[in-house]
Structures are given as structure tokens and as C-alpha cells.
């Protein structure tokens, strides 16, 4: 059951990974388009990862026409005035290639690996994509049906599919994380072309882009490569919007029960919480460590092993530009209730806000995390990807080698001051997500 849980945040697309390694070296420079660029030479094989980060997600849309950010990731496959339509991926695939795309509230990011002799063909096709993409009526309604059918087998008809989207959908009033990157599809059907043609040229032009190459290449070449292919797209005209909606504080407990075809309740609590990147969000992300992170965690050892109130509980933070949501959640073993597993849950809270955690603990989170970052950045794809978060969501790239540091210096105090300060009924949403057979 928890595979099933954390498989909806994949499809989703909504986690971000910020990993580190040690002395990760980078040079990045904007060229005059306003296209910025990130490159890391690294010798060790003979593959190179482009990535194109558009700084667009979700939150950028109109609340009538949700899902346009996803629409595109699909939709920029379509190919562009040079490149046949259908022959997009075939083209990297052909060429010993891997190429996929995801979209996250925030942003939309495609990239690609390829062997290192295909550097020059793989900026050529990035460059395809943000000047000549393929927007058509043809490639509008292949899209269309497409979308639909992944929404249909990732959300219908996935146990527990629909949770996030009621996580979301309750949990803000105002901001537009209220909906999540899939949206709606009666949107996409009323949406016409000359609607996602605007959306294009607003927000995939290269000065809302960050280009980051890695792997074995040669830093002059592929500056001149870059240049070659990027340095005549026209800078965007149009303003590119940046919601500024900050949503209102939450002064009461919000409690909304949500049924669907599952055989087992589940118990989510969703704490706003601050952005990622200041200290309280490192803090609370560390407390979600402590709660549920491998078999010693507090919720497996205590609700799932000791009580056997659920069959799975964990806790996770969704890193946002925004302030976003510190979640918690249980699936109910067989017999127990939501009210149990509720209980169950709030007990552990509450030891995490009124005794803090151990130093011990506070240890194994640290080496945990130290773990991560080495391990994300043992692939060039994921060294080019947190080099164009870092510099999107934080303005400062080389977090990739320092961000480790802002983990270990909290303390068990710090951890526990941001408890006390965000997991407060008061600042949380209950959603109880049951079976349908459980309507009275």
C-alpha cells in the first residue's frame, strides 16, 4: 500500500530532487535572449543529459484553463517545422537516446541522454521546441486524447488516485496550488488553438528557460553549439505571469471526508508550511525523516508495527516555490477505523511537539540526507537537474555543493521549534479517504 501511495506522487510529477556531491564544477552565463546556461564537464563516460527547465507549472495558469502546463509537456513531443510529427522521440531513441518530460506546480522540465557524439543533435532538437514546436489542430486533439487516457489510468483508476487532488483541492482557498498539474480535461476541450498558442509564446521562450548540459563534453564546444542553436530565438514579448496570491493563514482545523473504490480508509493531515528553502522547511523536512524513513521511523514502529493500526503511515514535504504542505498519512489495517488511525497518528505529533527528538535520531536523519545527495548526484542527468532548480527556485546555483550545510548545522531544538510552530491543529486539513461501501 505504501508503493501504491508514493507511485500517485510520481505520476504526478510534483517531488523535486535537490541532491549534492562534492565540488560539483559548473560554468553558467546568459546569453543576450535571456536563455540561461548551466554547463558540467564530467569525463567519467561517454553520455551527455540535456535538460530544459521552463519555469512554468501549474500555479501559472488560469484557474478556467487548468492542466495547460501538462497539456505542453505532452504536446512539445509533437515535433516542430523541421522535425516530422510523431518523430521526435524516435529521433533520441534512435540514436541510443533516453528522453521524457514531467511538470510540477512550479515548473516544466524535458530533458534527454544521449551518447556524447549526439550532443550537437540533441540542442538542435531542444531548440526545435521552443522556436518551431508543432502547435496544430492535429496535435491538439492526438494530445487531448492522450491526456485523458493518462488521467483515466494514473487517477481513476489507481486505488487512492484522486488523493492529492483532494489534498490540494481542500487544503488552499486562494493560491493556485489548489489544483494540481493534471487539471481538468473539460478545460483542454474548451480550450482553442489561438489559447495555446498564447500560452506558448508566453512562457516557452528561452529568457522564462534554463539550458543545463552535463556529462563528457567539451565546455567551448558546446558553447558554440549552444549559441549555434539558441542564440538567434527571439526573446519572449509577452509578460510572463508570476502568481502573487499568497494564501490566507489558516485559523481553524479543516475536516473533509472524500470516498472513493478502496477497500481500506485512509487518514491524511496536511500542515501548511513555509517554502522550501528557508530554515523551518529544512526543519520540518528532517521531522518527516524522523517520522516515517526506513524501519526504526516513529510511525512505522509505533502505528504500523507496535499498534498495527495501519498497514502503511508515512510523513513527506512536496518542495515548493510557495509556501506548500508537510504531510502525514496512514492507510487503516484491516478493522481499524479512521478515528483510530487518527488517534494513532496524533500521538505521534504530539511527542514530536512536546519532547522533540533525540540527538540520536537527529544523527541518523543527517547521515540519511547526506546519503541522498551523494547518491542523486552519482548521474549526470540528476547533477543537470538540481543545477537548474538551485538556480530557478533559489538564484543560486551553487547550492549544489553548500545546501548540505544548512541540513546539518539544525539542532534537535530546531527541528522541534518548527513542530510546535506548524503541526497545530489549527494550521492542518483532515481528509479521511474512504471506501465507498463505508456511505451510510
Same mark, same amino acid.
Request: hydrophobic share 35%; with cysteine.
Given at each position: 500500500?505504501?508503493?501504491?501511495?508514493?507511485?500517485?506522487?510520481?505520476?504526478?510529477?510534483?517531488?523535486?530532487?535537490?541532491?549534492?556531491?562534492?565540488?560539483?564544477?559548473?560554468?553558467?552565463?546568459?546569453?543576450?535572449?535571456?536563455?540561461?546556461?548551466?554547463?558540467?564537464?564530467?569525463?567519467?563516460?561517454?553520455?551527455?543529459?540535456?535538460?530544459?527547465?521552463?519555469?512554468?507549472?501549474?500555479?501559472?495558469?488560469? +484557474?478556467?484553463?487548468?492542466?495547460?502546463?501538462?497539456?505542453?509537456?505532452?504536446?512539445?513531443?509533437?515535433?516542430?517545422?523541421?522535425?516530422?510529427?510523431?518523430?521526435?522521440?524516435?529521433?533520441?531513441?534512435?540514436?541510443?537516446?533516453?528522453?521524457?518530460?514531467?511538470?510540477?506546480?512550479?515548473?516544466?522540465?524535458?530533458?534527454?541522454?544521449?551518447?556524447?557524439?549526439?550532443?550537437?543533435?540533441?540542442?538542435?532538437?531542444?531548440?526545435?521546441?521552443?522556436?518551431?514546436?508543432?502547435?496544430?489542430?492535429?496535435?491538439?486533439?492526438?494530445?487531448?486524447?492522450?491526456?485523458?487516457?493518462?488521467?483515466?489510468?494514473?487517477?481513476?483508476?489507481?486505488?487512492?488516485?484522486?488523493?492529492?487532488?483532494?489534498?490540494?483541492?481542500?487544503?488552499?482557498?486562494?493560491?493556485?496550488?489548489?489544483?494540481?498539474?493534471?487539471?481538468?480535461?473539460?478545460?483542454?476541450?474548451?480550450?482553442?488553438?489561438?489559447?495555446?498558442?498564447?500560452?506558448?509564446?508566453?512562457?516557452?521562450?528561452?529568457?522564462?528557460?534554463?539550458?543545463?548540459?552535463?556529462?563528457?563534453?567539451?565546455?567551448?564546444?558546446?558553447?558554440?553549439?549552444?549559441?549555434?542553436?539558441?542564440?538567434?530565438?527571439?526573446?519572449?514579448?509577452?509578460?510572463?505571469?508570476? +502568481?502573487?496570491?499568497?494564501?490566507?493563514?489558516?485559523?481553524?482545523?479543516?475536516?473533509?471526508?472524500?470516498?472513493?473504490?478502496?477497500?481500506? +480508509?485512509?487518514?491524511?493531515?496536511?500542515?501548511?508550511?513555509?517554502?522550501?528553502?528557508?530554515?523551518?522547511?529544512?526543519?520540518?523536512?528532517?521531522?518527516?525523516?524522523?517520522?516515517?524513513?526506513?524501519?526504526?521511523?516513529?510511525?512505522?514502529?509505533?502505528?504500523?508495527?507496535?499498534?498495527?493500526?495501519?498497514?502503511?503511515?508515512?510523513?513527506?514535504?512536496? +518542495?515548493?516555490?510557495?509556501?506548500?504542505?508537510?504531510?502525514?498519512?496512514?492507510?487503516?489495517?484491516?478493522?481499524?477505523?479512521?478515528?483510530?488511525?487518527?488517534?494513532?497518528?496524533?500521538?505521534?505529533?504530539?511527542?514530536?511537539?512536546?519532547?522533540?527528538?533525540?540527538?540520536?535520531?537527529?544523527?541518523?536523519?543527517?547521515?540519511?540526507?547526506?546519503?541522498?545527495?551523494?547518491?542523486?548526484?552519482?548521474?549526470?542527468?540528476?547533477?543537470?537537474?538540481?543545477?537548474?532548480?538551485?538556480?530557478?527556485?533559489?538564484?543560486?546555483?551553487?547550492?549544489?555543493?553548500?545546501?548540505?550545510?544548512?541540513?546539518?548545522?539544525?539542532?534537535?531544538?530546531?527541528?522541534?521549534?518548527?513542530?510546535?510552530?506548524?503541526?497545530?491543529?489549527?494550521?492542518?486539513?483532515?481528509?479521511?479517504?474512504?471506501?465507498?461501501?463505508?456511505?451510510?
Amino acid at each position: 500500500m505504501r508503493k501504491i501511495f508514493f507511485s500517485l506522487l510520481a505520476l504526478c510529477s510534483i517531488k523535486a530532487s535537490f541532491g549534492q556531491s562534492v565540488n560539483i564544477k559548473f560554468t553558467e552565463y546568459d546569453l543576450p535572449n535571456g536563455l540561461h546556461v548551466i554547463l558540467h564537464e564530467d569525463h567519467t563516460i561517454p553520455t551527455v543529459a540535456i535538460s530544459v527547465l521552463y519555469h512554468v507549472g501549474s500555479k501559472n495558469e488560469d +484557474p478556467s484553463r487548468t492542466g495547460f502546463a501538462h497539456f505542453f509537456e505532452h504536446l512539445l513531443f509533437e515535433g516542430s517545422e523541421n522535425i516530422q510529427r510523431g518523430e521526435y522521440m524516435k529521433l533520441i531513441q534512435n540514436n541510443g537516446g533516453v528522453i521524457n518530460a514531467n511538470t510540477t506546480f512550479d515548473r516544466t522540465f524535458y530533458f534527454e541522454t544521449l551518447p556524447s557524439n549526439k550532443l550537437e543533435q540533441g540542442l538542435w532538437m531542444e531548440s526545435e521546441r521552443m522556436l518551431h514546436a508543432k502547435i496544430d489542430d492535429i496535435g491538439l486533439e492526438t494530445q487531448r486524447k492522450v491526456v485523458k487516457e493518462e488521467k483515466k489510468q494514473r487517477y481513476e483508476n489507481t486505488p487512492y488516485g484522486h488523493l492529492l487532488e483532494q489534498i490540494f483541492k481542500n487544503a488552499y482557498t486562494k493560491h493556485p496550488y489548489q489544483w494540481t498539474p493534471i487539471g481538468e480535461a473539460q478545460y483542454i476541450d474548451e480550450a482553442t488553438l489561438p489559447e495555446f498558442i498564447d500560452f506558448y509564446k508566453t512562457f516557452y521562450v528561452p529568457n522564462n528557460a534554463t539550458l543545463s548540459i552535463g556529462g563528457d563534453i567539451n565546455i567551448e564546444q558546446t558553447k558554440a553549439w549552444v549559441q549555434k542553436y539558441f542564440g538567434d530565438i527571439p526573446k519572449g514579448t509577452k509578460p510572463i505571469p508570476r +502568481p502573487n496570491i499568497v494564501e490566507p493563514a489558516q485559523t481553524q482545523e479543516k475536516r473533509v471526508t472524500y470516498y472513493d473504490k478502496v477497500q481500506l +480508509p485512509a487518514v491524511v493531515f496536511a500542515y501548511h508550511a513555509p517554502a522550501q528553502g528557508t530554515a523551518e522547511s529544512y526543519a520540518l523536512e528532517m521531522v518527516a525523516k524522523i517520522l516515517s524513513d526506513g524501519k526504526s521511523s516513529r510511525l512505522q514502529k509505533q502505528v504500523v508495527d507496535k499498534e498495527q493500526k495501519a498497514v502503511a503511515a508515512g510523513a513527506f514535504n512536496l +518542495p515548493s516555490e510557495d509556501p506548500g504542505l508537510a504531510m502525514m498519512f496512514g492507510i487503516a489495517n484491516m478493522g481499524v477505523s479512521a478515528e483510530d488511525l487518527e488517534k494513532a497518528m496524533n500521538e505521534e505529533v504530539e511527542k514530536i511537539v512536546t519532547k522533540g527528538v533525540t540527538q540520536e535520531e537527529l544523527n541518523k536523519c543527517r547521515n540519511q540526507i547526506e546519503k541522498d545527495f551523494i547518491s542523486q548526484n552519482q548521474r549526470v542527468l540528476g547533477i543537470v537537474e538540481n543545477l537548474a532548480n538551485y538556480h530557478v527556485y533559489f538564484g543560486n546555483t551553487n547550492l549544489i555543493n553548500t545546501e548540505l550545510e544548512r541540513y546539518m548545522k539544525l539542532t534537535t531544538t530546531d527541528l522541534q521549534a518548527a513542530a510546535k510552530k506548524y503541526f497545530t491543529k489549527n494550521n492542518r486539513l483532515v481528509l479521511y479517504y474512504l471506501p465507498d461501501s463505508s456511505k451510510n
